[in-house]
């Protein structure tokens, strides 16, 4: 507009102006419409400076965020170089660390090798201890039953003892009874001999009966009645005093014939007592004998047995701290390995995220709102499927739940099953005290029926005696009967009596015979208890069958379920980590929302406060930019509280999936316990078994006790046998032996001569090797002068005057110098061979001793075996003290031999160390001899290039022979020196080498005795944990052995108790052997009663028969009287039928009394 109205006067002074033809109100109004104009114009002009004004601020502000991003973009780019760099780094730390951890991983592989190989190496040694343990509960349970066995054997001893006293107390008594026997025979012949004398009396007697007789017939008519009367009682005196003698000779003869029956038998049962005994000695002293051996082999093998152990248990417990030291090992490469995983994967995380961070903090400023709408749906979805996993986990975990309780109710089933099981155990174990109380009743019994019997027999006895007190008291009777017919009264009651007595007789039959019958139920009633408690033993194998079934099966079910449970464990654990994933991601993304609503509240409140701060001169124009600033933050205010809700909800759900997670997490705990209650159940179930199978052992071992005890009885019977049979086996063996020792005397002597001829031997090594010694000696001797020599020759080396000199030398010496050459090389040459043919013998005598140190070791080993199959071999004592001596001096000499055998050996070691020091040197003087050969081959070189020198010099020599005539003698000397000078050179250089070599190997061994010495230092460290590591397991084992000798203890109580339980048991089975054999015994004795009453029977019906006919004939011959005397009296035929009459009662008593006694 100035541009405009500058020019105007400058036109109006040119040309004329439009103005000048209008009017004044026209002029009036153009004015008004140009200030109209003019201030539009200046109107527009404002807002145009207020615009510039405004873009200059916004070019002042993009050109400060320019240079912000400028330098932000600078500092992101140091920032990705140096994370470029970094990355690198981390790169290649990565491919170390994974380099590192492939090499971990192999070593890991490596150890996991030697784990599992020392795991099978602990196994089998645990199966070994195992074996060990089994062996050494076999070995102490066969020291215990041995223990036993001595025990029996001692009380069986004791009572062989006292069996054996009774024995001879009952010889004694035998022999007294034998003696009274002889004396009652003495009686017995002096009364036959007056039986004989009475016979002879009786034969007069009844010559002079006859006699009589004859005088009777022929007086008949002149006596009287009274003198007939009279005849006839001194008739029937003399019969019946011939009947008793009759009778009485015929009882002695009969009680003779038994006494020589009873004194035969007396006589055999002392022959069979006296070999019994002879036996039973013997088979007491050979246990005698056998007990302190038998004791001293079982304390030598359980010794043995501890040793091993204890060696076992060393090697265990050194192969768990190996184990032990190698799992910490591993667990550290494996932490190592982890921790160094973590932190590439934190470092490599870190990267990622900062790197993220930076592209969307570079790229996604604009592109925030759609990301968090995504991410709300996403957040949405993940929520949903986060419901649905922890629906199905719901879903999941009622499952198990459901299985745990089905297995729950399967358990109390076996619970119930195992009680039912152990409650019929029960019983069966309470009806065994009812059936021991059964059988104590029936032995009870027993003993009162054969305290009845006993009873009863003592009756019998006394009832016999009672009738034969009777009988002789009838025998008196009957004689008063024919004196006094007075006591007929007497008779009839004393019959009367006898008759009393039968009858109780035949009761006391009938009860010994319902005694028998009861004795027999009570057999049979054993048997059926016997019957019913093997039926109860096969149930009870039934039952443990069925146990073990029931076992198997709840094992099988219950791995099933472990492997289920761990199956479903494993899924729902990683179904927890994909969630706890989620949730993670949930959060941080719920985090970076928070940070861009920071953010957009940030921005926010500035646009608010550059809202409202006020402007006064846009107060107009920003109406509409106020209008539609809140407008747009409306929107973000309703944008804000959408994503609250949004972020309320999550928050919410987060909530939710805390609560469910807490859930799962008390689901997981009742999990546990049930697991813990199920391995409670398990533990109590094997607790039930290993109870029923205790049960079962001891029930085995009361039956094999049992048996044990039937089976002793047995053997002891088949060790008579036996012994009988080792005495000859013994004589052979004694014969083997004498041939056994003949042939080690003659070993012996073999190898005495063998270890004489090594002697000699050693003897000449040890002068061969005297006389190497002494040839290093002077060959150490000889290098020591030859370097004296040398170093004075460097000294009196005197300085070279002329070089021709040297020259005119140099041809003088080389003849010398070539002859001395060859002079040392056939000195070394033969140096060598005379070693190498020393080496050759030395290693043949080596090889030599060897030889015969292998025979020796070898008859060595001979001798050993023949002396431990002599002392397998048992000589009885008396005879094989020679033997003994014998085998002690051979033991003595094998002692002796294989002593001087170690010594050889030990030599034989010297010799080899010093074989092989010269060998060394042998190749010491060999590399020399090189050198020198090497040097020689120099010298040869130079004297060849100098032989041109010496034919001028030859021809210098001939015209200087004048001048040098002098110098020769000093020359010839110089070049004697100079060879000498080369030679000691030579052997310096020779030296030199050496001293390079055994400096070298001073290093190598000083490197060694480094490493040694680390080495040693880590061992004693080593060492120092290994016995911390001891001295904690010597501390764990006192308390297992604590342990262990607490459950000794208990199980040596148990065992006394079993014993204690085992011997009253045998002393009642003793017992009823006992009472079985005295029963045996009464009733041999019995049947032998019942035989004598047999034969007393058989006497009797003979008395009958000789009554019958005396009686017949003394009918015929009172007929005969009668007849002759016709008038008797009445009076005395009445008497005489009285007598008839009783006796016929007395026939008919002796008749019943035959018939019941048979």
């Known amino acids: 507009m100035e541009a405009d109205t500058k020019p105007m006067p400058q036109d109006s002074t040119t040309k004329r102006s439009p103005f000048d033809n209008l009017s004044r109100d026209e002029l009036i109004i153009k004015c008004k419409g140009l200030l109209t104009i003019a201030q539009k114009a200046k109107q527009a002009k404002t807002e145009l400076q207020s615009e510039i004004e405004s873009y200059k601020i916004q070019l002042g502000k993009i050109e400060t965020e320019k240079k912000l991003s400028l330098d932000n973009l600078q500092t992101l780019q140091e920032l990705v170089d140096s994370l470029t760099e970094q990355k690198l780094n981390y790169i290649t730390e990565v491919d170390n660390a994974q380099g590192k951890i492939k090499a971990l991983s192999s070593k890991c592989k ?88 009475s016979k002879a009396q009786i034969e007069n007697l009844t010559k002079k009966i006859e006699e009589l007789e004859n005088q009777l017939q022929s007086n008949l008519h002149n006596n009287e009645d009274f003198d007939v009367a009279k005849f006839e009682n001194k008739v029937k005196e003399l019969t019946n005093l011939y009947e008793s003698e009759k009778s009485k000779n015929e009882k002695a003869n009969i009680k003779l014939r038994s006494y020589k029956d009873k004194i035969l038998k007396c006589a055999a049962c002392i022959n069979q007592l006296k070999n019994s005994r002879f036996i039973l000695m013997k088979t007491i002293k050979d246990y005698s004998e056998n007990i302190p051996k038998w004791q001293n082999d079982i304390i030598k093998a359980s010794k043995m047995l501890e040793n091993e152990i204890n060696q076992l248990n060393n090697e265990n417990m050194s192969l768990k701290a190996k184990l032990h030291n190698l799992e910490l090992q591993l667990s550290n490469i494996t932490e190592v390995q982890n921790i160094n995983e973590k932190e590439t994967d934190e470092q490599n995380h870190l990267f990622h995220t900062e790197n993220e961070t930076l592209k969307e903090k570079v790229n996604e400023l604009q592109n925030l709102l759609q990301s968090e709408t995504e991410n709300s749906e996403m957040y949405q979805t993940q929520i949903l499927s986060l419901k649905n996993n922890c629906e199905l986990l719901q879903s999941q975990l009622i499952e198990i739940q459901e299985q745990v309780s089905s297995y729950d109710i399967e358990n109390t089933t076996l ?74 009264d007497l008779l009839e009651n004393l019959n009367f009596q006898i008759k009393a007595l039968e009858s109780e007789k035949a009761t006391l039959v009938k009860e010994k015979l319902n005694a028998r019958d009861n004795v027999i139920d009570l057999e049979n009633r054993n048997k059926s208890l016997l019957d019913q408690n093997n039926k109860l033993k096969t149930e009870i194998l039934t ?51 928070q940070d861009l609503n920071g953010l957009l509240r940030e921005e926010v409140e500035t646009l608010k406060l550059s809202l409202e701060q006020p402007r006064p001169d846009d107060c107009e124009n920003t109406s509409d930019l106020n209008v539609s600033l809140q407008a747009d933050i409306v929107k973000l205010e309703t944008k804000l509280s959408a994503y609250k809700q949004e972020n309320a909800s999550l928050l919410a759900e987060i909530k939710e999936s805390r609560s469910k997670t807490k859930e799962y997490d008390n689901i997981t705990a009742e999990y546990e316990d049930a697991k813990s209650k199920l391995m409670g159940y ?100 000889i290098i020591n002068s030859l370097k004296d020599e040398i170093e004075k020759l460097k000294q009196q080396q005197p300085s070279s005057d002329l070089p021709n000199e040297d020259m005119s030398t140099s041809t003088i010496s080389k003849t010398e110098e070539q002859s001395r050459m060859k002079d040392l090389d056939d000195s070394f040459e033969e140096k060598y061979t005379k070693l190498r043919i020393f080496a050759l013998k030395l290693k043949k005598k080596l090889n030599d001793t060897i030889i015969q140190l292998q025979n020796a070791e070898q008859d060595k080993a001979k001798l050993e075996k023949l002396l431990n199959q002599n002392e397998k ?68 070189r130079d004297a060849k290039k100098k032989n041109v020198l010496s034919l001028e010099m030859e021809d210098y020599e001939r015209s200087m022979k004048e001048l040098t005539t002098k110098m020769e003698e000093k020359k010839r000397k110089m070049v004697q020196m100079e060879s000498i000078i080369d030679t000691q050179e030579g052997t310096i250089t020779a030296m030199k080498t050496q001293i390079k070599l055994l400096e070298e190997q001073i290093r190598s061994e000083e490197t060694q005795n480094r ?28 308390k297992l052995e604590q342990d262990f000798e607490d459950e000794k203890r208990k199980n040596e109580e148990a065992i006394f108790e079993i014993t204690r339980v085992l011997s009253e048991k045998e002393t009642l089975i003793i017992t009823l052997g006992q009472e079985k054999i005295e029963l045996n015994n009464k009733l041999k004795k019995l049947e032998y009663k019942c035989a004598e009453l047999s034969e007393n029977l058989k006497i009797t019906n003979i008395e009958l028969a000789d009554l019958k006919t005396e009686y017949t004939s003394y009918k015929v011959r009172a007929q005969a009287v009668l007849r002759q005397n016709q008038t008797v009296d009445h009076s005395q035929e009445e008497r005489l039928k009285e007598e008839a009459a009783a006796l016929r009662t007395q026939i008919a008593t002796l008749t019943a009394k035959l018939a019941t006694v048979q």
């Open 415 to 488: 619970r119930q099953d195992l009680e039912c099981i152990t409650a019929k155990y029960n019983d069966l174990n309470e009806k065994l005290p009812t059936q021991v109380e059964i059988n104590q009743q029936l032995t009870i019994n027993i003993n009162e029926v054969k305290t009845k019997y006993n009873t009863l027999k003592e009756k019998n006895n006394e009832l016999a005696n009672a009738i034969d007190k009777l009988k002789l008291d009838n025998d008196s009777l009957t004689k008063s009967i024919q004196t006094n017919s007075s006591n007929n």
């Open 873 to 940: 071999v048992q000589i009885p004592e008396s005879k094989d003290e020679t033997d003994n001596a014998s085998v002690l001096n051979l033991q003595t000499k094998l002692t002796e031999s294989v002593a001087a055998s170690e010594k050889i050996e030990a030599e034989v070691q010297k010799l080899k160390a010093e074989l092989e020091a010269k060998s060394q040197q042998l190749t010491a003087e060999i590399d020399a001899h090189k050198i020198t050969k090497e040097n020689l081959e120099k010298a040869r």
């Open 110 to 197: 490596d150890y996991e090798v030697e784990i599992n190989k020392y795991k099978a190496d602990l196994i089998i040694k645990d199966q070994s201890l195992t074996d060990n343990t089994q062996k050494l509960s076999d070995l102490d349970s066969e020291i215990i039953s041995l223990k036993r066995q001595n025990g029996r054997l001692l009380e069986e001893n004791e009572q062989l003892i006292t069996q054996l006293s009774e024995l001879e107390t009952q010889t004694e008594q035998f022999k007294n009874i034998g003696l009274e026997q002889r004396k009652q025979l003495e009686m017995l012949e002096d009364r036959v001999q007056t039986d004989e004398a």
């Open 1011 to 1038: 490493l040694t010495k680390e080495e040693l230092q880590n061992i004693i460290e080593e060492s120092r944990e290994k016995d911390s590591t001891i001295q904690i397991k010597n501390e764990v084992i006192s």
């Open 543 to 593: 039952i443990k069958s069925q146990l073990d079934t029931i076992t198997i099966e709840k094992n099988v079910i219950e791995k099933r379920l472990m492997a289920e449970k761990e199956n479903e464990l494993s899924s729902l654990k990683r179904e927890m980590k994909a969630l706890q994933e989620e949730y993670d991601s949930l959060k941080k993304m719920h985090e970076n929302m």
């Open 682 to 781: 398990k533990t109590e179930n094997t607790e039930l078994l290993n109870e029923m199978k205790e049960i079962n052992q001891v029930l085995k071992e009361r039956g094999e006790a049992i048996s044990k005890l039937q089976k002793a009885i047995a053997e002891m019977e088949r060790l008579v046998e036996t012994l009988e049979k080792d005495r000859d086996n013994i004589n052979e063996e004694k014969a083997n032996l004498q041939s056994k020792v003949t042939e080690l005397e003659n070993d012996l002597k073999n190898t005495k001569e063998n270890s004489n001829h090594k002697h000699q031997d050693f003897e000449q090594i040890s002068l061969e090797k005297e006389a190497a010694l002494k040839a290093l000696s002077e060959k150490d001797v």
